[in-house]
């Protein structure tokens, strides 16, 4: 038994954010942006929250798949950036969809977010747990960006995409590989809410985002090829099997330095970040979407889906779609 993935969706935010745009509220350029990253513009959620971008990609996903949103057994929402702290992304989306029988939480594995998620629904579902699981990754990171910070601010976009799965005889996620180096957290953070405990001295202040890029750039860089080399090797594949790799989009140099590691063609590295910048546990699913709708996978293609972020986490798997 395999977890297949029957219908996929996405949603970006209306208002569209070039860098050039961004070069008038700060010191940056064009130029800059691009030829360090590869982005050349963002999307920004100033009108919608994340629970109505969920909800529009998973009813897409949902009507690709054919399937009710009563009929979901589960919903898996990936994010770090949910529109409330209680209750969570996935229980706002139950009430949204009307997925009344589905049991609803959220995995929180920043830009792994949705590999874990998707992961996470196939033990459910090879253990024979559930058999219709809505899985979404999506952000609204611009409400928790440093926008004095150029260095990272600039990276980041929201929006949502959403995969629907259940089970399979012959297609579908062939292996996986998670991993965590909690150690290194401290490259990619953001501190809590003000803390409100009124016994607790020196409260701190919000905090958003901060990042060593070039931590994190060395982690990506070294971690994505052995992540998806062994998930490859476990699915009983060899690279040159692989139609597709779906890297998470942080930045196209990483993604240029993993083909390079893995020798394989930058054509088979689909990208999305010109447009959408980094969208954390969105990045992935979004971009399986453009692939997906745009006619780019065949059945029984094998593709790669790849995550690395904050936490320091990192997840591969291989589907034969
Ligand atoms: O999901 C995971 C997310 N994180 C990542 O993927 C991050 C991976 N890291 C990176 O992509 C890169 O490290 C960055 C793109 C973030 C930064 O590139 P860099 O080559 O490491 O630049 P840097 O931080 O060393 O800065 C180089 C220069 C500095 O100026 P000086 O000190 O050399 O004069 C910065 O002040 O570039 C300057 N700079 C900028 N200039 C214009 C930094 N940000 C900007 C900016 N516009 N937005």
Known sequence: MRTRIFGTGSALPKRKVSNDDLSKIMDTSDDWIKSRTGIGARH????????????????????EAGILPEELDMILGATLSPDKILPSLSCELQRELGAVNAVAFDINAACSGFLFALQTADVYIRCGQYQKILVVGGEILS???DWNDRATCVLFGDGAGAAVVGPDEAYGVLSSIQGSNGAKGDVLLC????????????????????????EVYKFAVRTVPNAVLKAVR????????????????????????VSKRLKVPMAKFPTNLEECGNISAGSVPILLDYVNQ???LQRGNHIVLAGFGAGLTW???VLSW
């Not at 803390?195 to 701190?204: A, D, L, S, T």
């Open 191 to 214: 501190e809590n809410r003000e803390n409100n405990n009124p016994y607790v001295e020196g409260k701190k202040s919000l905090s958003y985002v901060s990042m060593n890029g070039q």
């Open 315 to 317: 997840g591969a798997s």
């Open 294 to 296: 745009n006619g780019m």
């Open 143 to 145: 409400k928790m960006m």
């Open 234 to 257: 476990q699915a009983g594949l060899t690279i040159e099997d692989i139609d597709l790799f779906l890297l998470h989009q942080a930045n196209i140099r990483i993604i240029e330095s």
């Open 44 to 63: 920004l959620a100033v009108e919608e929250s994340l629970t109505e971008l969920t909800a529009k990609a998973a009813s897409q996903a949902l009507e």
